[in-house]
């Protein structure tokens, strides 16, 4: 079992800055692709970033040049520092980690209980 926990989420004002962090444990090893994906209330999952296990990135364009996705392989902690936030950032954020999956990352087998973002005009 893998087992994904988050945090670091909460209100903003727009353009501010947030970082959400998710630790990782359980059988998951470097050979997992991680990465988040969000879920608007009542909308339908958005993929946001994720981290191959070469270790290449990939963002989604909604975000791309504003959020920065990157993992922490000893400690298994993925982060994703956000930056220049908008109200349409507003979310619950979820972690995810898929053994084979790469993309997109609301399609990956384990997922953590989701963190919810607030960002007000």
């Known amino acids: 079992q893998v087992y994904l926990v988050e945090s670091g989420g909460g209100s903003v004002q727009d353009g501010g800055s947030l970082m959400l962090s998710c630790t990782a444990s359980?059988?998951?090893?470097?050979?997992?692709?991680m990465g988040w994906f969000r879920r608007p209330r009542d909308g339908v999952p958005e993929a946001v970033a994720i981290?191959?296990?070469?270790?290449?990135?990939r963002l989604a364009d909604s975000v791309e040049g504003r959020f920065t996705i990157s993992r922490d392989r000893a400690r298994n902690i993925l982060t994703l520092q956000m930056d220049k936030l908008k109200p349409d950032d507003t979310a619950e954020y979820y972690c995810?980690?898929?053994?084979?999956?790469?993309?997109?990352?609301?399609?990956?087998?384990?997922w953590g209980q989701g963190v919810l973002v607030t960002v007000s005009s």
């Open positions: 359980g059988a998951i090893n470097g050979d997992y692709s």
């Open positions: 995810a980690a898929d053994p084979f999956r790469q993309w997109p990352p609301e399609q990956f087998k384990h």
């Open positions: 981290v191959r296990p070469d270790g290449r990135v």
